[in-house]
């Protein structure tokens, strides 16, 4: 079974940075468009940012927009995402997953991913 590993959560202040990591044992990331989604509690699932396969096009959600920044290292097959000027309300648990019906960013139909994994908890507070 392919699941994700999510890695790089914390405690941070706001304003503070943290850098999460995910990668797929069995799963080449390049071959798929790859996102970074969170779920707060009490809150539905939402996408955060987004790595197409092939053109490698970045897509963000425009409530982290110029604070975040996703990027791909195809040798170590690790997607991260670098989170900059945290708020409070970035809290959440971040997710990765893989998009199974196209290889370009669809950052608005969560249903088109998959082999979602446990999860890091990103924590903002003073």
């Known amino acids: 079974q392919v699941q994700f590993v999510e890695s790089g959560g914390g405690l941070v202040q706001p304003g503070g940075s943290l850098r999460l990591s995910c990668t797929a044992p069995g799963l080449t990331l390049n071959d798929y468009a790859i996102g970074w989604f969170r779920q707060a509690p009490g809150k539905a699932r939402e996408s955060v940012s987004c790595f197409s396969s092939g053109d490698g096009r970045h897509t963000y959600a425009s409530s982290v927009k110029g604070r975040f920044t996703i990027s791909r290292d195809n040798a170590e097959n690790t997607v991260y995402l670098q989170m900059n000027s945290l708020k409070p309300e970035d809290t959440a648990v971040y997710y990765c997953?893989?998009?199974?019906?196209?290889?370009?960013?669809?950052?608005?139909?969560?249903?088109?991913?998959?082999?979602w994994g446990q999860g890091t908890q990103v924590t903002v507070s003073s």
């Open positions: 997953a893989a998009n199974l019906m196209r290889r370009a960013c669809a950052l608005g139909k969560i249903y088109e991913y998959d082999y």
